[in-house]
């Protein structure tokens, strides 16, 4: 494990985290929302805003949110790595995490890069594997639950306010996503009680001559799996409870940031089915976004949002909503991320050259 910093796939890793990538997702943000503004601004509505102490104390609670979510993942990572790492340098661990995922298209996100990063910490490249893929089978199981319970209270309103059937559209899109992450979820699931079966499949298709070009991910996915099983199913009860428990909090504080940031712009009543909608409609047009092309979602989720929320916020302020959203939950992630990676790139060449 001494010499893995210098390995060409390692070298590629972080080329991957590099950190003129921040310029990309940056400007793509920038661009959509002038665009929006010059499209939909409207001076008689954004006049309606109030930038009183309740705007800023909403906005104040929106920022304490995402801080306990940052809180609740590097907690569960700590746990997931059996406490090897300190709380503090947890909370640094997720900060890189997270500031690879804003970087990646959103359909590829962070998890080589933790693999990577994980792996370069006083851990055992297993033992990385193994806590990369827990977290993608507990989060991709968050969802598949929550959104049926979703769909079940709100339907197709779930998407958009004018919506009435989920076939069509953005709904086909949602279903399609929920299936995607329904079948790599099941058979992940599957994989932790059947890993030599799974192995024993990819390794199979890795003979393919029309995929050949992807045998060497399919066979160390093969070996990932039975890696992940030894490690996972030796834990207790306890230990899948505390980590899914800081999951759902994790993910349920990401969403309810929109609430706040809506309730900071807009006077509107203390409903809370209304609330809940706003938090469901959140949580959705992540799904939906999995697939977007660009860094982080920038320039998708951006366009999205005031679609995704026109019964609660005026489009004329739509594009303030979305700035304010993104500000708080996704570029503090490029700019601390960006301080962070050079300190610790250059604490782990320290370390090998000195092992």
Not at 243 to 251: E, H, R, V
Request: with cysteine; net charge positive; charged share 15%.
């Amino acid at each position: 494990m001494s010499k893995r910093l210098h390995t060409s796939s390692d070298e590629e890793v972080l080329k991957s985290i590099n950190l003129n990538k921040i310029i990309l997702p940056v400007i793509l943000g920038i661009l959509v929302i002038i665009y929006m503004v010059f499209r939909q601004f409207d001076i008689d509505e954004f006049s309606t805003i109030k930038w009183n102490r309740r705007l800023w104390t909403y906005l104040g609670i929106a920022v304490i949110i995402y801080i306990c979510r940052h809180i609740f993942l590097a907690i569960r990572l700590r746990i997931l790595s059996d406490k090897s790492f300190t709380l503090k340098h947890s909370v640094e661990l997720v900060t890189i995490w997270e500031f690879a995922s804003a970087i990646s298209p959103m359909s590829v996100g962070g998890s080589a890069v933790a693999v990577f990063f994980l792996s370069q910490e006083k851990i055992s490249a297993a033992k990385a594997v193994s806590i990369v893929l827990y977290t993608v089978i507990i989060d991709t199981f968050f969802f598949l639950i929550s959104l049926i319970f979703l769909v079940g209270i709100f339907g197709p309103k779930i998407i958009r306010p004018d919506m009435t059937t989920m076939f069509h559209g953005y709904g086909l899109t949602f279903i399609l996503v929920w299936f995607v992450m329904f079948s790599y979820g099941s058979i992940l699931l599957w994989g932790l009680y059947r890993p030599r079966v799974i192995k024993k499949i990819l390794h199979s298709m890795a003979t393919w001559p029309f995929i050949k070009r992807y045998k060497k991910s399919l066979v160390q996915t093969g070996m990932d799996v039975v890696t992940t099983s030894n490690e996972l199913r030796s834990k207790p009860f306890s230990f899948h409870i505390k980590a899914s428990s800081l999951t759902i909090g994790a993910w349920v504080a990401r969403f309810l940031v929109v609430n706040f940031v809506l309730l900071a712009l807009v006077e509107m009543d203390w409903d809370w089915m209304g609330q809940f909608l706003l938090y469901a409609r959140s949580q959705t047009m992540y799904v939906i976004t999995q697939f977007s092309p660009t860094p982080g979602g920038s320039g998708v989720m951006e366009i999205m949002f005031s679609g995704f929320f026109t019964d609660f916020i005026p489009k004329g302020v739509g594009s303030v909503g979305a700035l304010l959203w993104r500000m708080i939950t996704y570029y503090p992630y490029l700019i601390i991320g960006a301080i962070i990676i050079p300190n610790w790139i250059r604490r782990v060449l320290k370390r090998k050259k000195s092992a």
